[in-house]
């Protein structure tokens, strides 16, 4: 059955909209839903999981896989190389099943373009005065940090307007619900269940 | 802002698949949501209420109507006929408000053709074995009556496939949830919150 696949839902936001703790909730909400790991190249933190966290191989073996077409999209930030395997995306979806993959602007952008029926969402906060409390509030980063990260935002934004979804982080119940509905409302879309309506109509015996 | 429009939302299923039910629970659930009212030249029933089942106007009125193109779609049944005022359609979603018209599958074709922009949704039941079964549990029609309306029901499900959504009213927590996740999805979609970006971005000050 061809057309009983699975959908690629992209979701991207900046830094301090609040995307982690959202994604945990859609997790706990649609367990069944699929969440992309990502490979790198540079070695675990403390406490991360290979398999869970990230897909922690080396560098040659990366470079392999660059040169394979094995990535949908890969990047090099400082040093390390971080890139989201094509294999387990496709066969997921071609097995039915929906996946989220948490990624930044330009990784969104060339998923986007390999996978044009994938579904690209966009979380927002509730304002530049909210996501600069929210940032503030982590109390981990110095002020140039924070400057820094409020102009990421500002670039990141301008890309927004390509996305498919907009969800605006608010009240997390809310932007939780919205998610939920993205996902639950793409698998009704018809091109997903012709399949159905096929077996529907076929079985009519009037 | 032109573009914090509403959505019109159409929704069409054979008899017996539980539109009526499915439309009570989502205006529950989406209080603001507006539910499109038919002209009709029909007599009111006892109990039917003028603006709110239908609005009941004259032949004379309703060929008016036909010749000033005042009517988003209409037809002709058993010698009364029925439509959609398209001023009150267009002046709801022009406000920014979601409209729900609950159609058959003709009028939705009409209506999709004028409104390319509206969301088209089908109610499909779980199987034609449990169509039947909640034709007769009715028990207000005959057997022929069953008979023509599991034809038609197989007539209006080859329509379906040009509808945007398909909801299986397989149980009704279930497809009212789909139903809201329609509706609440299509109002966090990027082409109607351009204005929310745009104002964003012009109120970055870093």
Known sequence: MID???SL???SAPSGAGKTTLLREVRSRLPDVKFSVSFTTRPPRPGEEDGKDYFFI???EFLKGIRENRFAEWARVH????GTDRHMIESWIAGGQDVILDIDVQG????KCQYPQSV???ILPPSWGELERRLRL??????DVIEKRLRNAARELEEAFWYDYLVVND???KATDQLVAIITSSRCRTNRQFWLLKSFLANFTG
Do not use: C
């Open 58 to 60: 080396s560098e040659e």
């Open 171 to 173: 009240e997390i119940p």
């Open 4 to 6: 009983q696949k699975g």
């Open 138 to 143: 982590r109390g981990t980063d110095t002020e």
């Open 120 to 122: 690209a969402i966009f």
């Open 108 to 111: 969104a952008r060339e998923l």
């Open 79 to 82: 040093g390390n190389y971080y």
């Open 9 to 11: 839902f992209i979701v």
